[in-house]
């Protein structure tokens, strides 16, 4: 079997915005406690912070992460987390049917961002909230001092603003599930009050609306229209959730969620532009796609967790998602589709970076490892940067539910800042290896500098703590260059870096 694709110097998508490889971290589980956060760990820092766990998210180079919810922060009272750690209350989480101890707060949190070099994206409360949280929560943050709240902050320990830019206008508030759950037009309401009053504040906040929870929701894409029809000259981006679950064992139609994927961003970007219209505006809204990952390894036990706990713990090991070989190929593809919709989909978490549905987990006192989707992260994070290429492709494809054809070959290419081509390539092929030949038209590439494979002959296949090298990639062989052609073998269902300069 074989493919083609041409990559043409003049024939780009967009500058990919370095936010779409961004990460969320929620108080859920164990991705505070014993994910980030473990006094007693032996490689936690001053702040008890594990420097194991900093030294794995280090090395993704995540541009931004998203704090603290998620579902988590629809009841969350910021002020909780402030202060002396003794002083802090215990309170109950709605959300996930646990306790919270509130010993990591926006203090805690913003000087880990700043240990691992990433930026903030905090979400304000408008589940059981409103605008005045919001805008004191904001002041408490960005304000240099001489304000009630801003005076709070320095008193607490911390003397400049941390200057946050980016603020999510709550969480999912179309699910039935949130607390303070509204309709569209509630919650566009209530989003529009809350983005003026902070921009009454500061009018070059970038501020993200909630979209819909996942494309199957029942109020989809009405939500979208409804919310940015009253929200669309406050907003900058309106948010998209999805997670990926293969939970019939059918790999062909999982990986076609992919399809699924591209599909939702396209009728969302088509209904910003009908707002747009409507409302005569020169503005663009754009997208922030700040929860995706896989989802659904951890289902039953979960149910376990959380129906015979009889109670509130704190902490428990909710949402531990283990990775297996199939959702390396299943990542590469959700980034690929963010490469290639970069011109709309400016900010994107993966949700969530530690423990909880993560690529980093821990053991309580124990080792921090990499699960299997760690990787393919890794590879777009670090390689993915720079323009978007628009490549012309042409595989054979499949059928799968979500779309009529799903190309076998699925591929985005990259021109990085120095110049440095990065192509990822995903084969979903079941069976059989693909002959790739990838044209450059126009590059001066001659030289593959750098061949990254992922493949398992067992697609089940995981890291664990003992072993964390199961699924790994390894250096990839026979990719030759001549005449500005790169020829490379994809073998079945497998992920690869190319990088030709
Ligand atoms: O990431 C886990 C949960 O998924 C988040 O709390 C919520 O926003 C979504 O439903």
Redesign the pocket.
Known sequence: MKATVIANKDYTIAKIDDRVYGA?L?H?GRAVYEGIYEPDHPTADKDGMRGDVIELVKKLNVPVVRYP????VSAYDWEDGIGPREDRPVRLDL?WHTSESNQVGVHEFADWCATVGTEMMLAVNLGSRGVDEARNFLEYVNHPGGSYWSDLRIANGRKEPWNVKMWCLG??MD?S?QVGHKDAVEYGKLAANTARAMRMFDSKLELIVCGS?NADMPSYPDWERIVLEHTYDHVDYISL?M?FANRDDNTPNFLGLAEKLDTYIETVAATIKQVKAKRKSKRDVYISFD?WNV?YHSNKKDREILDGNGGWPHAPGL?EDIYNFEDVLMVGLILNTFIRRSDVVKIACI??LVN??APIMTEKGGPAWAQTIYFPYYFASVFGRGTALQLQVNSPGYETPHAKVSPFVDVAGVRNDDGTLSFFLVNRHTTDSIETELELQGFAGGTVIDHQVMTHPDLKAVNTAKDQEQVAPRKGEGATIADGKVSVTLPPYSYQMLRVR
């Open positions: 969320f929620e859920l919810g998620g579902n988590f959300a969480n999912e699910g599930w929870s959730h997670y929860e989802w949402l949700a969530q909880v549905i």
